[in-house]
């Protein structure tokens, strides 16, 4: 089992920045890929960004490419995602997630946190 919880969520002015982090706990997170995703109320889950076990490879949506910038920290157990350039159309509640195997299909994921709300203010 692997607990995720998500922080760093809020409300931001267009433009601006924020740092979400996603801890984990219980099996070796170092052993799963991760994701971040958001949802926006009625529409469906999109899937963000990818980062393999060891931080070596990314990938990103065309929404966020350039914008935003996953990362993680095996020693630390934790999960980022840097973004900036805000804008409106970023607000939703983000989720992290991990996978024992990459994909980029959501269904195939193991574990999710909890989300946290990231609201853009024009």
């Known amino acids: 089992q692997v607990q995720l919880v998500e922080s760093g969520g809020g409300l931001v002015q267009a433009g601006g920045s924020l740092r979400l982090s996603c801890a984990a706990s219980g099996q070796t997170f170092s052993s799963y890929a991760m994701y971040w995703l958001r949802q926006v109320p009625g529409k469906v889950r999109e899937l963000l960004a990818t980062?393999?076990?060891?931080?070596?490879?990314?990938a990103y949506a065309g929404a966020v490419r350039g914008r935003f910038t996953i990362s993680r920290d095996n020693a630390k157990n934790t999960l980022y995602l840097q973004m900036n350039s805000l804008k409106p159309d970023d607000t939703a509640v983000y989720y992290c997630?991990?996978?024992?195997?990459?994909?980029?299909?959501?269904?195939?994921?193991?574990?999710w946190g909890q989300g946290t709300q990231v609201t853009v203010s024009s």
């Open positions: 997630a991990a996978g024992s195997t990459y994909s980029t299909s959501s269904q195939n994921y193991d574990y």
């Open positions: 980062i393999n076990w060891s931080g070596t490879s990314t």
